[in-house]
Each structure stands twice: as structure tokens, then as C-alpha cells.
Nanobody, 134 residues
Framework: LVQLMESGGGSVQAGGSLRVSCVVS????????MGWFRQTPGKERQGVAN????????TYADYVKGRFTIAQDNAKNTVYLQMNSLKPEDTAIYYC???????????????????????????WGQGLQVTVSS
């Protein structure tokens, strides 16, 4: 059973930084497309960034490029999202997701924006709150 456990987040003032982490447990040998998504009440879920755990290639949504960095630590089975220059509009619940590359086929902007994993073909964390005050 694969589980994703998120940690980090919290509250920060605009311009500040936060880092959120996602630890994968269970099947850690599989090559995944792993990503971060966010959602605020009344709005659609947004893709933020993803990473191919096999080759480390990353993709970012336009609204976080240059500010957020996704990275992995394979020894710790962990994916991080470093968020700098935070804005109030970054306030959301952030979710970690993973889908095997066999299922995802590609780990790119399409996966991030149009084809995130469903509950049947991927895994999701429980979500954590990030609040940015002005």
C-alpha cells in the first residue's frame, strides 16, 4: 500500500518562504511522476509542479515559475516543494500526488494541468494548509 505523508506548510507573511515535504511509503522502487497541487474553497484544483523521480525532470505552472522549486531526495523517499517569494494568492491547501510512470506515460505540463491522477490510478496525500498574509 502506497501512502503519501505531507508535512511542513503553515503561515507566513507575503514575501516569505515555506517548504513542504511529501514522504512516500510502501512501494518506493517504482518510478513515479510526483507533483504538488493546490486548492482553495470554491476554486478548481491547480497543478503547481511535478517531478519525474526517475530522471529528475521538473515542470512548473506559470504562476509559480521562478518562485517555487520541486526537488527529491531519493534516499529519504521524499519530494520537497520550496516556496519562495510567497504571495497571498498562494494561500491554499497543498496536496502531494503520485502516479507510476507506467500509468502516467509522461510527467509534464499536461499531467500537471489536465491529467492529474485519479484515486484509481494514483495516490494523494491528505493535504496541508499554506497561508500567506499580506
Amino acid at each position: 500500500l502506497v501512502q503519501l505523508m505531507e508535512s511542513g506548510g503553515g503561515s507566513v507573511q507575503a514575501g516569505g518562504s515555506l517548504r513542504v515535504s511529501c514522504v512516500v511509503s510502501g512501494d518506493t522502487d517504482t518510478r513515479y511522476c510526483m507533483g504538488w497541487f493546490r486548492q482553495t474553497p470554491g476554486k478548481e484544483r491547480q497543478g503547481v509542479a511535478n517531478i519525474d523521480t526517475g530522471d529528475g525532470r521538473t515542470t512548473y505552472a506559470d504562476y509559480v515559475k521562478g518562485r517555487f522549486t520541486i526537488a527529491q531526495d531519493n534516499a529519504k523517499n521524499t519530494v520537497y516543494l520550496q516556496m519562495n517569494s510567497l504571495k497571498p494568492e498562494d494561500t491554499a491547501i497543498y496536496y502531494c500526488a503520485a502516479e507510476s510512470m507506467i500509468s502516467a506515460l509522461s510527467c509534464d505540463v499536461y499531467w500537471l494541468e489536465a491529467s492529474p491522477p485519479s484515486a484509481d490510478d494514483g495516490y494523494w496525500g491528505q493535504g496541508l494548509q499554506v497561508t500567506v498574509s499580506s
